[in-house]
């Protein structure tokens, strides 16, 4: 009874309260050992670049669902002893990093990171490059729906805006009151500034968003961004709604009919006096850049 108990505690509350930045929640975003460059099995998408970088090489970091872009970035124009993988982690000389979107924008403002491969940041992080004087620069190279999704099971299959944000603020509770069964919505959502979370933020506007304390019983819904829900998860059990009547799909984001698209960023910073940064951007946006976005499932800034 007590080691019920227990993992009962753990798995109800417990779990939900671990840091994004643990090694736990690490694990959880994405595998990293799956998508390393100069791996022949690795999931990347491969390309021999045309720019080739040896020396001051840029740091590199990101967001979970985009590590299998940069990692491909990485593979195609830097050199294979520039990253240094211990089997869990990417050490600190490594020119490759993986601290998840947090992480990312922090090392940008604190000078350790160079390029950081994310969606659009939070209030708090721009409030944070701001009264550390540091200027953030976006490129956007790219494209991505946002998304929702429920269990496979449930019988929705599609809600519309007004629909979405009056579940997130709470105005709608079960889902009988959206075209479901007669069953708590139990809302999800993800830590603050992971960019998920601030992807949910930006879909809501001026409309507070509500915390929901019984995310334990019920049908649940989440969110996150689409290649990472169908690309790298790849969970059976979960399927993505349509939104105002319009699938997540590559096509229509690429013909603007779905309507919840953010853009991917290469965010650097101001005065940053490395010049194969602007290099590297520059072959970001070009053929061979946008092609490995592509190609990993994402939407190129140019079609």
Known sequence: LFVMLNLTVFFVFTRRCLPATSEGMQAKSV????????????????????????????????????????SGFVNAVY????????????????????????????????????????????????????????????????REAFVFFVNKDNPVDGLTTEQLRGIYAGQYRNWSEVGGDNTHIAVLQRNAGSGSQSALLNFMGDTPVKTDCLTFMGRSIGFSFRFYVEG????????????????????NIKNGAY????????????????????????????????????????????N
């Open 79 to 142: 050199p294979a002893d520039s990253v240094h993988f211990d089997g869990e982690n990417f050490t600190p000389d490594s020119a490759l990093q993986y601290t998840n979107t947090r992480g990312a924008y922090k090392g940008i403002v604190d000078g350790t990171v160079d390029i950081a491969i994310c969606v659009a940041p939070s209030e708090e992080q721009l409030a944070y490059a701001a009264e550390q004087g540091v200027e953030l620069e976006f490129t956007p190279i790219g």
């Open 232 to 251: 790298i998860i790849q969970n059976p059990d979960i399927k993505m709604i349509a939104i105002d009547g319009v699938a997540p799909t590559v096509e």
């Open 31 to 70: 595998e990293l050992g799956a998508y390393l460059p100069f791996e022949e099995d690795s999931g990347i998408v491969k390309l021999d670049g045309s720019l080739k970088l040896t020396e001051n090489l840029p740091v590199i970091d990101g967001a979970a669902a985009l590590y299998p872009i940069f």
């Open 259 to 302: 309507p919840v698209v953010a853009p991917v960023y290469a965010v650097t910073w101001e005065g940053n006096e490395n010049e194969n940064v602007q290099k590297l951007l520059d072959w970001i946006l070009s053929e061979e850049g946008q092609y490995i976005i592509e190609k990993t499932g994402y939407v190129p800034v140019h």
